[in-house]
């Protein structure tokens, strides 16, 4: 079993940046593609950015390319979804989830392909 924590969340105003964490409780992390996903009200999840185990290999939504940039710390079992340029549309509970992947550069995108979700993190951008 695997527990992720996300914190970092916040209010800020429009153009602002935060920077997400999460934190892993396992000690086979390497063996995790890590990805970031997003709810907003009314709304379904979905995929912001991802990370292969590797850290070799990133993916990001085209509605935050360009203004998010993911990242992992394997010596402190975390990773990092830096956003820049926020916008009131950003707002939603930022979740975390892994999954354990085949290969080492695989990048996993979809909500149903993953094993392990945090709690959530609200992000609220203001206008």
């Known amino acids: 079993q695997v527990q992720l924590v996300e914190s970092g969340g916040g209010s800020v105003q429009a153009g602002g940046s935060l920077r997400l964490s999460c934190a892993a409780s396992?000690?086979?992390?390497?063996?995790?593609?890590i990805t970031w996903f997003r709810q907003a009200p009314g709304k379904e999840r979905e995929f912001v950015a991802g990370?292969?185990?590797?850290?070799?290999?990133?993916n990001d939504a085209d509605a935050v390319e360009g203004r998010v940039t993911i990242s992992r710390d394997a010596a402190k079992n975390t990773v990092y979804l830096q956003m820049n340029s926020l916008k009131p549309e950003d707002t939603a509970v930022y979740y975390c989830?892994?999954?354990?992947?085949?290969?080492?550069?695989?990048?996993?995108?979809?909500?149903?392909?993953?094993?392990?979700w945090g709690k959530g993190t609200l992000v609220t951008v203001s206008s």
């Open positions: 989830a892994g999954t354990r992947t085949p290969g080492p550069n695989s990048v996993v995108t979809v909500v149903g392909g993953m094993d392990y």
């Open positions: 396992t000690s086979t992390f390497s063996d995790y593609a």
């Open positions: 990370i292969s185990r590797s850290g070799s290999f990133i």
